[in-house]
């Protein structure tokens, strides 16, 4: 039974250029959350994805964007990239349960995400 | 967003020792997840906790979650060096509607043999 997985494992970018970077949820799940975690901090969520719909998101720019296919799998697709986007990109996936109702997230190991 | 204080901010101590960390927030939570997290890896659960005072154990861990539901604690007894790794605890509040989970700022660990 694989995990989560995300790929790729590192990127590097310059200033400005785009990146799309890919989760397959753990079998089973449906719902894909995406959090930034920068160096020596805790995870930031950025959005969840849930039946091929943005269904959560968090504070960040309308650069950070994303999508579902119906497999589940997902993409983060950030634009016009600064330097202050290097980070670790953490991949969660769960299974929805209800309304108001939480289920454990699962994360994958990450892409490590350098912006020169 | 919700802020999430997690201590201490890191931990240095001997092999067999117990250890303590907690976690509060300014509102109320309906569900507490803690993680570990190794160097260039993503998070890996440890426990989940669903109800105001519910202990649950993993192995030497305990985890529990505060009957104001405003905080979480988690124990390593017996602590060894593959221990080593960041904490994390993750909290959703209660009026969330999706499936948000608010991280702390981690508690460093560092097992001495």
């Known amino acids: 039974d694989a995990g989560v997985t995300q790929s790729p494992t590192h990127l590097i970018k310059t200033r400005g250029q785009q990146v799309t970077l890919r989760c397959s949820p753990k079998?089973?799940?449906?719902?894909v959350s995406w959090y930034q975690q920068a160096l020596g901090q805790g995870p930031q969520f950025i959005f969840q994805?849930?039946?091929?719909?943005?269904?959560q998101r968090g504070n960040f720019p309308d650069r950070f964007s994303g999508h579902q296919f119906p497999n589940y799998s997902s993409e983060l697709n950030v634009n016009a990239l600064l330097l202050g986007d290097s980070a670790l990109y953490l991949c969660?996936?769960?299974?929805?349960?209800?309304?108001?109702?939480?289920?454990?997230?699962?994360f994958g190991p990450g892409t490590r995400l350098t912006v020169l | 967003g919700q802020q999430l204080n997690q201590s201490p901010q890191s931990m240095f101590i001997q092999e067999g020792e117990d250890v303590s960390m907690n976690c509060t927030s300014s509102?109320?939570?309906?569900?507490w997840l803690w993680y570990k997290q190794e160097p260039g890896e993503g998070p890996v659960l440890l426990i989940a906790?669903?109800?105001?005072?519910e202990l649950t154990s993993n192995g030497r861990l305990t985890a529990q979650f505060g009957i104001t539901r405003k905080d979480s604690f988690l124990n390593i007894s017996a602590s060894i060096p593959s221990d080593v790794g960041i904490y994390f605890c993750?909290?959703?509040?209660?009026?969330?509607?999706?499936?948000?989970?608010?991280f702390g700022t981690g508690t460093s660990l560092t097992v001495i043999p």
């Open positions: 993750a909290g959703q509040p209660l009026s969330n509607t999706g499936n948000q989970f608010y």
């Open positions: 079998s089973g799940h449906d719902t």
């Open positions: 969660a996936s769960s299974l929805d349960i209800g309304p108001s109702l939480s289920n454990e997230q699962f």
């Open positions: 906790l669903y109800k105001a005072g």
């Open positions: 994805y849930y039946e091929e719909e943005e269904r």
């Open positions: 509102s109320i939570f309906n569900t």
